[in-house]
DNA sequence: TATTGTTATACTCTATAACTATA
DNA sequence: TATAGTTATAGAGTATAACAATA
């Protein structure tokens, strides 16, 4: 699952507060734990993330991939897998033939609930390290950065090249 | 520089605190702001961990690769974009004749003077955001995280299949 | 025999482009 | 003309393997 790759330390030996370090290892961690926790239901995060949406209300490929912060492409391999597993279907819309509603399935709900469970318990398990009312303002405070300083990505520095015909 | 995948709502509509979506999402976004800002004087996030480290003490690619937390191949092309920007040099090591110290140059120096100054910067913003008393709880919590239960990555659920045979 | 640094390359991930079928 | 979903594939990132020089 990779590196943290140089946001080891944007600020060494020199006692400033490294937020970039701690936001990237803590959430760098964080994932690896919860990956690694619902591989025992069988599922990805972003299955989990899709399964959960989808029993919400009907919604499409598109909707769920919005929903998830996927592209289009992704959602299809990821909905593949679904299917595959037998946790959800594709069915055609009833008002647009051109787009498919992802229902969950009876299986597939049974799973979502206990992925849920999965979920929570790892967010309880990292909090519960912490004070009670540390935590609460750890949670205060970073629903204020990401609604606030750190809410849109800042442009892409890493803009792809323009892409070259393919044929 | 990507999405963020499935972490978008591991909570949805329930009001759980969502740790995971919070923490890369500001992860996520701060990491966007910091390659913007970097890109100002012309580095990478990676350049700029080399250069800093470089300065503290002599130290070898292998030495820096581990501090960056970066695969040896990584360092050798971060180190070939500081020379070609003449920010630093490979030179022998006096003691071991297969290592190479990674020198800063004069220009190096003025530019990792200006990079501190520019990753402190936008810490600065980012935390500047948020009330003093909740900004301090803040790095205090993360730092507990990261030193207790967020500590190391988890077993890694993504494990590479067994490599083919190059020849 | 092990390690440093290098090159080459395989693997994964993601996004772009192009396509089909609808709207 | 535009959009939902699909397929194919380009491009970037990263890690593995193999190698040369040296320990």
Request: hydrophobic share 45%; net charge neutral.
């Amino acid at each position: 699952m990779g590196r943290l790759d140089g946001m080891t330390a944007m600020a060494p030996a020199r006692n400033e507060p490294d937020l970039s370090f701690l936001l990237d290892h803590t959430s760098h961690v964080l994932r690896t734990q919860m990956s690694a926790a619902l591989a025992e239901v069988g599922l990805t995060v972003r299955m989990h993330c899709v399964l959960v949406h989808a029993l919400e209300e009907e919604r499409t490929q598109i909707q769920l991939a919005e929903l998830g912060d996927m592209d289009k492409t992704t959602m299809v391999v990821t909905v593949d897998a679904l299917e595959k597993s037998g946790l959800a279907e594709r069915r055609p819309s009833a008002t647009d033939r051109r787009a498919r509603i992802i229902a969950v399935t009876e299986e597939g709900a049974r799973v979502a609930a206990r992925s849920q469970e999965i979920v929570d318990r790892v967010h309880r398990e990292a909090l519960g390290a912490l004070p009670k009312q540390e935590r609460e303002v750890l949670l205060r405070a970073l629903n204020r950065l990401a609604e606030g300083h750190l809410a849109v990505p800042s442009a892409d520095g890493t803009a792809r090249r323009a892409r070259q015909q393919v044929k």
